[in-house]
């Protein structure tokens, strides 16, 4: 049972342009959603995250958008540039648990 | 600041060899602590989680086993290796405080069972 899904396993983009990537999610438990940048060969490092009782939150290139009533999340990067190539992971956590459930990740190109 | 170590970062071990592999935290106490494990072309799926030591949560049933025999030490086993052990395996901590954290992940292990 794949409780965090993201249906896009890859996403092409031109430098400069907003990659979005997407991310949905089946339990309702879940109370905050993280997004993890990860390169081959390396562990997965922190990107942004956001709580359930927001819809929105930015940091630099970065925005998350949270609509809880589709279960559904995404991450914004703009403008897109080629060092942002990685594959991406959405995960969710439940604070009565503190473990993380991922998604099977969605590799971003970003083409200069 | 903390900092979390795992290794070695690559190995190749023969079908029915026996593993193990060894994460440790420096800088924290009293971490919550996770084996992942990114089978090829798939995300990454928790094997065990950690709240304390001894205390050890399997998430689904397999070959591998863990253990944390001190507060800040996590080590993922194995008896005997199939071919479907092979992946990369991340060892990662949380300082769980209640509220919401993100986990900091190790450089991972690339294992290939042969």
């Known amino acids: 049972d794949q409780q965090v899904k993201q249906n896009s396993p890859s996403l092409s983009v031109q430098e400069g342009r907003i990659s979005i990537l997407n991310c949905d999610y089946t339990n309702s438990m879940f109370d905050y959603f993280l997004w993890y940048k990860k390169y081959p060969a390396e562990g997965p490092t922190f990107l942004i995250s956001i709580s359930s009782i927001k819809d929105k939150n930015e940091d630099g290139r970065f925005t998350v958008f949270l609509n809880k009533s589709a279960k559904h999340l995404s991450l914004h990067i703009v403008p897109s540039q080629p060092g942002d190539s990685a594959v991406y992971f959405c995960a969710a956590g439940d604070t009565s648990y503190g473990k993380l459930t991922f998604g099977q990740g969605t590799i971003l190109t970003v083409h200069p | 600041s903390q900092t979390i170590h795992q290794w070695p970062a690559t190995l190749v071990q023969p079908v029915g060899s026996p593993l193990s592999l060894e994460c440790t935290v420096e800088g924290t106490s009293n971490p919550n602590l996770y084996w992942y494990r990114q089978a090829a072309g798939r995300g990454l799926q928790l094997l065990f989680y950690s709240v304390g030591i001894g205390q050890i949560s399997s998430e689904v049933p397999q070959n591998l086993s863990a253990s944390r025999p001190q507060d800040r030490q996590f080590i993922l086993s194995s008896k005997k290796l199939l071919l479907s052990d092979s992946g990369f395996y991340l060892c990662?901590?949380?300082?769980?405080?209640?509220?919401?954290?993100?986990?900091?992940f190790g450089q991972g292990t690339r294992l290939t069972v042969v």
């Open positions: 990662a901590w949380s300082p769980w405080t209640g509220m919401n954290t993100e986990a900091f």
